[in-house]
């Protein structure tokens, strides 16, 4: 199965902060990853599909990137609302696998 | 607009089975992928497997052969997917989610939790 591990698992920032969440696959997903925030009690949501592709209705302060096999979602200027859980997901290979996730909070 | 619509909470013993439900609405329910992702308490994510409703074909993750059964009723827009022989280990929030152009999870359910207890 491939690895994807996330990193920071937790971290705290403050509002205005630019702030970067990254995933290492174990293997080539190519750009086959899915970035999702997950607010307490609701379902993920897609924020970024392909490693760089802004989602439907997704503040622009969001984008993806892809370094080699290091894969990053970056939040430009923190916003009270991005306070969350982020997923990254492979595609590429059965199973599809999910980071650990890291969680966001107010510094 | 798209809805998956699934059922509601779940209290089951150890060793039944359950069967929870997925009801999709505002596009083709054949011509779509369904997904099943399960989150334990305070975990991760994990994908469980797909159905594909127009033929019924259907991919599993490993981990989850036997455990889960994937199933979908054209006639009523519908997924089903069984859990059997339960145990606290299955305790956890289930998601039913579909795919859009390049984006296959683009659409979820709100989740099911499914509470194995005596």
């Known amino acids: 199965d491939i690895q994807m591990t996330q990193s920071p698992s937790s971290m705290s920032a403050s509002l205005g902060d630019r702030v970067t969440i990254t995933c290492q696959a174990s293997?080539?997903?190519?750009?086959?990853l899915i970035w999702f925030q997950q607010k307490p009690g609701k379902s993920p949501r897609p924020m970024i599909y392909?490693?760089?592709n802004l989602a439907n209705g997704v503040p622009s302060r969001f984008s993806g990137s892809r370094s080699g096999s290091d894969y990053s979602l970056t939040i430009s200027s923190l916003e009270s609302e991005d306070m969350a859980d982020y997923h990254c997901?492979?595609?590429?290979?059965?199973?599809?696998?999910f980071g650990a996730g890291t969680k966001l909070e107010l510094k | 607009q798209v809805q998956l619509q699934q059922s509601g909470t779940e209290l089951v013993k150890p060793a039944s089975s359950v069967k929870i439900s997925c009801k999709a609405s505002?596009?083709?329910?054949?011509?779509?992928?369904m997904h099943w992702i399960r989150q334990q308490p305070g975990n991760g994510l994990e994908w469980i497997g797909w159905?594909?409703?127009?033929?019924?074909?259907?991919k599993y993750n490993q981990k989850f052969d036997g455990k889960a059964t994937l199933t979908a009723d054209k006639s009523s827009s519908t997924a089903y997917m069984q859990l059997s022989s339960l145990t606290s280990e299955d305790s956890a929030v289930y998601f039913c989610?579909?795919?859009?152009?390049?984006?296959?999870?683009?659409?979820w359910g709100q989740g099911t939790l499914v509470t194995v207890s005596s």
């Open positions: 392909y490693a760089t």
């Open positions: 293997q080539d997903i190519g750009n086959n």
């Open positions: 997901l492979q595609y590429k290979q059965y199973p599809y696998t």
């Open positions: 989610a579909r795919g859009s152009g390049y984006n296959p999870f683009a659409y």
């Open positions: 505002g596009y083709t329910f054949t011509s779509n992928y």
């Open positions: 159905i594909y409703p127009g033929n019924g074909n259907t």
